[in-house]
T-cell receptor, first 110, second 112 residues
Framework: EDKVVQSPLSLVVHEGDTVTLNCSYEVTNFRSLLWYKQEKKAPTFLFMLTSSGIEKKSGRLSSILDKKELFSILNITATQTGDSAVYLCAVVEYGNKLVFGAGTILRVKS | DAGVIQSPRHEVTEMGQEVTLRCKPISGHNSLFWYRQTMMRGLELLIYFNNNVPIDDSGMPEDRFSAKMPNASFSTLKIQPSEPRDSAVYFC??????????FGPGTRLLVL
């Protein structure tokens, strides 16, 4: 059965800390991996990763994919309280079907 | 662009009633997805369409759930009859084929 596993399940840090969120996957027909941030409403897109070893970066957030070891990480540096959210990892299979992980709940304390 | 539009945003109904959720995808997107999110089960894919054709409905919980996409700009998810365990947030998302999915604001459903 296809699955996406995220760790840790939850994390509490202080402002300014750096965090690393993990996503490992086992899927039959891997196309790409997506990271989403979900606050109180709908998930919002962060990154799409398709190639191993190429870092995607957006401000304080960055992400990288390892297709050999079947995992991805999402890094957030100099965290802010506005980074508090659930971070979802999803793998895109054939036909654009997404398989989501359970998410990591991040809370940044001021 | 208005993004994915869903209606209603909130729905409270009684057990046994029919519920219809509506979605308008982003113009030009040819794939549409219905998801359900609960605390217990997280985000689950219910069904998705490509070019208005249902491709995979293996996530639809049971026969009480049905979805249609009569044209490229409109889809419905219907629950008949509804049950309390259907209470959840239902998201619609759209994308270009193999592209990033963009989510609507969701419909928060409460079945009493």
């Amino acid at each position: 059965e296809d699955k996406v596993v995220q760790s840790p399940l939850s994390l509490v840090v202080h402002e300014g800390d750096t965090v690393t969120l993990n996503c490992s996957y086992e899927v039959t027909n891997f196309r790409s991996l997506l990271w989403y941030k979900q606050e109180k409403k709908a998930p919002t897109f962060l990154f799409m990763l398709t190639s191993s070893g190429i870092e995607k970066k957006s401000g304080r957030l960055s992400s990288i994919l390892d297709k050999k070891e079947l995992f991805s990480i999402l890094n957030i540096t100099a965290t802010q309280t506005g980074d508090s959210a659930v971070y979802l990892c999803a793998v895109v299979e054939y036909g654009n079907k997404l398989v989501f992980g359970a998410g990591t709940i991040l809370r940044v304390k001021s | 662009d208005a993004g994915v539009i869903q209606s209603p945003r909130h729905e409270v109904t009684e057990m046994g009633q029919e519920v219809t959720l509506r979605c308008k995808p982003i113009s030009g997107h040819n794939s549409l997805f219905w998801y359900r999110q609960t605390m217990m089960r997280g985000l689950e894919l219910l069904i998705y369409f490509n070019n208005n054709v249902p491709i995979d409905d293996s996530g639809m919980p049971e026969d009480r759930f049905s979805a249609k996409m009569p044209n490229a700009s409109f889809s419905t998810l219907k629950i008949q009859p509804s049950e309390p365990r259907d209470s959840a947030v239902y998201f619609c998302a759209s994308s270009l084929t193999q592209g990033t999915q963009y989510f609507g604001p969701g419909t928060r459903l409460l079945v009493l």
